[in-house]
């Protein structure tokens, strides 16, 4: 079983649509990631949070916005997508940013029309 | 910059052989090495790790030495079975930037019955 849980598994949405993808670890970890893992490529990340600031932004572009409420959850807030977004997302963990290993959600397959 | 560089897959075995997927890196300083197995449908898990040279990393019949003079993490289990089936991810620390898993392109692995 995972550790860390992500909502909703797949996310249909169209390209004016808003919608959120959600995280949520009880591990007590004070890190928090999402990536973007396209078809048979590894993934890539796109933010991290330490103690719930946004301490990495790798150049993502604004219709993805990311929100930590708090140290158990991880949101990433869609907006004005384009095809080229449809990816596995992944949200991953660790006790303090920079520590290993990372504890990875089974992710949410996003797919945009 | 550092990097990691898998074989190319798809590597097809029958159950019960000899597996081997090479990795080797690229780093300035000092990594900490992995091995991350993401099978269908699911995120990535922690297989292995490594945090200096010579140690051996080893979980579920898997191992893995980091061998800093080759610059090598080469992954290794003695026979396969078919649940092994999966995509394999060799991954670093960066030791610049510890926020940071590089990983490389990953090798799919196949073992029919």
């Known amino acids: 079983d995972t550790e860390v849980t992500q909502t909703p598994k797949h996310l249909v949405m169209g390209m004016t649509n808003k919608k959120s993808l959600k995280c949520e670890q009880h591990?007590?970890?004070?890190?928090m990631y999402w990536y973007k893992q396209k078809a048979k490529k590894p993934p890539e990340l796109m933010f991290v949070?330490?103690?719930?600031?946004?301490?990495i932004n790798e150049s993502v572009p604004s219709r993805f916005s990311p929100e930590c409420p708090n140290s158990s959850l991880l949101n990433l807030h869609l907006h004005a997508l384009q095809p080229e977004d449809s990816a596995l997302y992944l949200c991953a963990s660790s006790q303090v940013a920079g520590s290993q290993p990372q504890h990875f959600g089974d992710g949410t397959r996003l797919s945009i029309l | 910059g550092d990097s990691v560089t898998q074989m190319e897959g798809p590597v097809t075995l029958s159950e019960e052989a000899f597996l081997t997927i090479n990795c080797t890196y690229t780093?300035?300083?000092?990594?900490?090495l992995f091995w991350y197995v993401q099978y269908p449908g699911e995120g990535l898990q922690l297989l292995l790790k490594a945090t200096k040279a010579d140690d051996k990393g080893s979980n579920k019949g898997f191992e893995a030495t980091y061998r800093k003079e080759t610059t090598s993490f080469h992954l290794e289990k003695g026979s396969v079975q078919v649940s092994d089936s999966a995509v394999y991810f060799c991954?670093?620390?960066?030791?610049?930037?510890?926020?940071?898993?590089?990983f490389g392109t990953g090798t799919r692995l196949q073992v029919f019955p």
């Open positions: 591990m007590g970890h004070r890190a």
């Open positions: 991954a670093l620390s960066d030791p610049s930037n510890t926020d940071k898993l590089i």
């Open positions: 780093a300035t300083g000092y990594p900490s």
């Open positions: 949070y330490s103690y719930e600031k946004l301490s």
